[in-house]
């Protein structure tokens, strides 16, 4: 084996079973990556230097080709389902020999990183790649070690990704030819059949979602920012709720995007870098997102370019709804240097609710805090996705991130329940959804009233002005804030038609208490008794 580099670690390949392949590629620059890269035609060079890259088919997760190896050291803690479905451990074995031989006389790329900006809870990983866009992708997603940790880098976990092999479902037990297989007694995560990048990512993250919780830290699906006087504030969100677009402001340093972790000692990024979504990307809502996509560093994943001039079209989805952009997150001018904050003083919890049924802000009780991570509400729009019909469809994505947790949910919901009582953290539930009737008669609330309801809650405005209960759902809506009329903030006000507002509230909270029902064992009274109610 030609190995290539001059950051090589003393642990080898050879620990990963990987003794035949052709050439090795240890800890490559992105100036290098770029070349190769470039040179064996994977990606192109967009105006302003981004690299390009195509993934093919697969432009986004495979969810239902993502499988956990029953052991017997982690079998009892897994949350055995849809979303975490066994695979046998021969079968495993048998796919990652068929995988390294596949790889015989082969060059591959290593990247060994940290994942976890907290030293004390961080994760070593090796990251080793068919392509070379993959490991840049890698290098800018998570944390560099020094020279001198590179030298002696150990992974604790290892990724091995080349979607060139693809399974055959018939004998190596998988559903398809492509595979997400993650093995704890092995430490080691193969995945095989797709170029989507995301996988890498969000292996990863699943696995400090495993590991953490042991270590009394709570794994988030969130992004944090801190403000001038150090408070530090988590921002959950499933896609379309405003997470990153809330959190991205210009006068609070931002820790992270997207995945972090709460310890006794404050929250950490878990990630060195952002995988921002870039589809309709506009200069003028988002600038710092928008400029990372026209500079040298960047990875811009299924986004259309013109061949000749080499400019981008963001608007242009005939790949996909979901192009990409990793970047290291110093791209960002106001990103933490630390990626480290204090505990949270305020936890935000974000909703797009397409019924128009919730307030555009309430304040949750620790106990209601605990019954809304768990149920982890958005709406998806009729049209956005195929099969969705012609009215909004109710999403729920247990702790705001479900197919990333192998425990179950209560585990992660007790450590946050845990956490807000602790550090007396202020819990607030924002509806960045329709106002004024459901989707197709009202409209969205406007980005600068959600904003300076947000602001007034973090800056404690709202922690002084009475509130009044909402029926259904027992929240505590604010009766006034500065810079936004009153009567949109109870949503009953806001519907010409009361009685329908009924209607679909009533609705709405037969649905939670319906989806619900799957965590009723797992908490406590208290958070039963904090449940929405049809009035």
């Known amino acids: 084996m030609e190995q290539l580099g001059s950051h090589?670690?003393?642990?080898?390949?050879n620990n990963n079973g990987l003794e035949n392949v052709g050439k090795a590629y240890w800890n490559l620059s992105a100036p290098a990556?770029?070349?190769?890269?470039?040179?064996?035609?994977?990606?192109?060079?967009?105006?302003?230097?981004?690299?390009?890259?195509?993934t093919g088919q697969h432009t986004g997760r495979s969810a239902n080709d993502k499988f956990i190896v029953k052991d017997p050291g982690s079998e009892q803690n897994i949350w055995w389902g849809k979303v975490n479905k066994p695979f046998e451990d021969s079968k495993f074995d048998g796919l990652h020999a068929k995988m390294k031989e596949h790889l015989t006389g082969k060059e591959v790329f290593v990247q060994d990183c940290f994942a976890g900006a907290d030293a004390t809870h961080r994760l070593p990983v090796r990251i080793i790649t068919e392509c070379a866009w993959h490991n840049l992708f890698a290098r800018n997603m998570f944390i560099q070690p020094t020279a001198e940790e590179l030298a002696d880098f150990k992974p604790e976990f290892t990724i091995l990704q080349v979607p060139s092999f693809e399974a055959d479902p018939a004998v190596d037990g998988t559903r398809s030819e492509v595979f997400v297989l993650a093995n704890f007694a092995e430490k080691l995560v193969i995945i095989g059949g797709t170029s989507y990048a995301g996988e890498i990512?969000?292996?990863v993250f699943s696995i400090l979602n495993y590991l953490l919780p042991e270590k009394q830290v709570l794994p988030m699906h969130c992004s944090v920012n801190v403000n001038e006087a150090g408070n530090s504030t988590v921002f959950f969100g499933l896609s379309g709720t405003g997470k990153t677009t809330l959190s991205a402001d210009a006068s609070k340093m931002l820790i992270g995007d997207d995945e972090h972790g709460w310890s006794d000692d404050g929250v950490f990024n878990f990630e060195g870098g952002c995988y921002?979504?870039?589809?309709?990307l506009s200069k003028e809502a988002e600038p710092e997102i928008f400029e990372t996509t026209r500079r040298f560093g960047t990875v811009l994943e299924n986004v259309v370019m013109d061949e000749a001039t080499g400019e981008l079209d963001l608007d242009d989805n005939r790949y996909t709804e979901n192009t990409r952009a990793s970047y290291p997150i110093d791209f960002i001018p106001n990103a933490s240097e630390t990626g480290v904050a204090s505990n949270p003083t305020n936890v935000i919890m974000l909703t797009a609710d397409a019924f128009g049924v919730l307030p555009p802000i309430s304040r949750l009780t620790p106990e209601q805090a605990m019954y809304h991570f768990l149920s982890g509400y958005t709406a998806k729009l009729a049209g956005t996705e195929k099969g969705l019909g012609n009215e909004p469809q109710a999403t729920f994505s247990t702790c705001f991130g479900a197919p990333f947790m192998p425990r179950h949910p209560s585990v992660y919901a007790e450590l946050?329940?845990?956490k807000i009582a602790q550090h007396g953290v202020n819990c607030w539930l924002v509806n960045t959804g329709w106002t004024g009737g459901e989707y197709g008669t009202g409209h969205r609330m406007p980005i600068g009233h959600?904003?300076?309801l947000v602001n007034a809650a973090l800056d404690g405005t709202l922690l002084d002005i009475d509130t009044e209960k909402d029926p259904f759902f027992g929240l505590a809506i604010p009766v006034s804030c500065p810079g936004v009329p009153s009567d949109i903030l109870n949503p009953r006000n806001t519907w010409a038609d009361k009685a329908a507002y009924d209607a679909k509230a009533a609705d709405l909270v037969a649905r939670f208490i319906e989806n619900f029902e799957q965590f009723t064992d797992y908490v406590g009274d208290s958070v039963l008794k904090s449940a929405p109610k049809i009035a």
């Open 8 to 13: 090589k670690s003393s642990y080898g390949l």
């Open 201 to 203: 990512k969000k292996s």
């Open 450 to 452: 959600t904003r300076a």
């Open 416 to 418: 946050l329940g845990d």
């Open 33 to 54: 990556l770029y070349r190769e890269a470039l040179v064996r035609g994977e990606a192109t060079l967009a105006a302003g230097g981004p690299l390009v890259a195509i």
């Open 276 to 280: 921002a979504k870039v589809i309709k």
